[in-house]
Nanobody, 122 residues
Framework: QVQLVESGGGLVQAGDSLRLSCTASGRTFLPYNIGWFRQALGEEREFVAT????????YNADSVKGRFTISRDKAKNTVYLQMNSLKPEDTAVYYC???????????????WGQGTQVTVSS
């Protein structure tokens, strides 16, 4: 019904930047409410950032600390996560999810992408 595809991950050095993309397709009313989550090996899935259809955003300040920015391009059905000043602690699989209005809880999201790996080395 709804397909979400993440891209943009990779292997980078500490201090580098990455821009992740989440592109949605599959139904007439596209899921403009999008959340980003991440999950390190052996860890629980962690909320990163979310944006709703109006452009309102919410961040996990404890983990992001002003380094990440979420944005959207409705014409391209795409939500972005700009990640700056990356740290080894940011290493995880990053997932985008839909459709929940600014929720920080994975259980509230009905659709998930396959994830994209971000690895930050020191």
């Amino acid at each position: 019904q709804v397909q979400l595809v993440e891209s943009g991950g990779g292997l980078v050095q500490a201090g580098d930047s990455l821009r992740l993309s989440c592109t949605a397709s599959g139904r007439t009313f596209l899921p403009y409410n999008i959340g980003w989550f991440r999950q390190a090996l052996g860890e629980e899935r962690e909320f990163v950032a979310t944006i709703n259809w109006r452009g309102t955003t919410r961040y996990n300040a404890d983990s992001v600390k002003g380094r990440f920015t979420i944005s959207r391009d409705k014409a391209k059905n795409t939500v972005y996560l700009q990640m700056n000043s990356l740290k080894p602690e940011d290493t995880a699989v990053y997932y985008c999810a839909a459709d929940a209005d600014l929720s920080t809880r994975p259980m509230d999201y009905d659709y998930w992408g396959q994830g994209t790996q971000v690895t930050v080395s020191s």
